[in-house]
């Protein structure tokens, strides 16, 4: 049984005091780490005073990006290094977001991966189709493809530790989330593809996470998918009690 995971990706929102105000609110009342895995990936300003904020509770801290090499000339680039120092034990990398606007590639995506291995940050990769490839009928393709690139080159062991986010990208901040259904088969193709590239027990271990208009209204239905281990959320993490509610809705499905 793989354990639930629900990860708020806070994008760029939010003031420091906000961000602690939230931390302070949401901490007593996380569900017990052994139901589900709860992290919070917040801008990089917020990092360290996050990671104080929930000491000695039930939440993770995460980041939304980070450089692939360790130090030097990156003029605001986030160290993998920094980041493990901090104590962030996860990393967002290669949302769709940052594919479209930042220029990340699936070459920046594999040596990301990568070098949050080498740091001991979880990576969150994710993947996803765009409305035009959905309705060529290329999401599978696209998002086996998106995977295979992402994984080259890691170990068995490393792939057993993963997180794949699977969000289309038309449904992320949209409101118009996949239908469980077919986020189920897509997720289910990606465990497909790990277990070709590498073995039944790594595509076993391997958690997919769906993203795109998760809220509490949907949660539920998503969660009780075989293939679907969790969610990666953006707005309905903005809520302290929505983002409660997701937690309680993943811990007890
Ligand atoms: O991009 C997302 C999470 O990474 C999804 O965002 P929304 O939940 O706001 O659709």
Redesign the pocket.
């Known amino acids: 049984m793989r354990k639930p995971l629900i990860?708020g990706?806070w994008?760029m929102n939010k003031t420091i005091q906000e961000a602690v105000d939230f931390a302070n609110e949401v901490k007593g009342l996380v569900p017990d780490r052994s139901k589900v895995d709860s992290i919070i990936?917040a801008p990089a300003l917020f990092l360290d005073r996050l990671l104080a904020a929930v000491d000695g509770y039930n939440v993770h801290i995460g980041a939304q990006t980070m450089h692939y090499e360790e130090s030097g000339a990156f003029t605001g680039e986030i160290s993998p290094a920094a980041l493990e120092d901090l104590g962030v034990s996860y990393c967002?990398i290669g949302?769709?977001?940052r594919r479209d606007m930042f220029n990340e590639t699936d070459e920046s995506v594999n040596k990301k991966t990568a070098a949050a291995f080498r740091h001991n940050i979880k990576p969150i990769i994710?993947v996803g189709e765009t409305l035009e490839q959905r309705e060529r009928n290329e999401t599978k393709g696209h998002v086996a493809n998106q995977v295979s690139k992402a994984l080259q080159g890691l170990t068995e062991e490393q792939v057993k530790q993963l997180i794949i986010?699977y969000?289309p990208i038309w449904?992320?901040?949209?409101?118009k989330?996949s239908t469980a259904e077919d986020a189920n088969e897509v997720c289910g193709h990606i465990r497909q593809v790990v277990e070709s590239s590498y073995s039944g027990s790594a595509a076993q271990s391997v958690k997919i996470l769906y993203?795109?208009?998760?809220?509490p209204g949907n949660i539920d239905e998503l969660m009780a998918k075989p293939e679907i281990d969790g969610a990666?959320?953006?707005?309905?993490?903005l809520d302290p009690h929505s983002f409660l509610r997701l937690l309680e809705a993943a811990a007890n499905g």
């Not at 990666?232 to 993490?237: D, H, P, Q, R």
């Open positions: 990860a990706n994008k990936c967002i949302h769709s977001e994710c986010a969000e449904a992320i901040g949209t409101g989330s993203g795109g208009s998760v809220n990666l959320v953006g707005g309905a993490s």
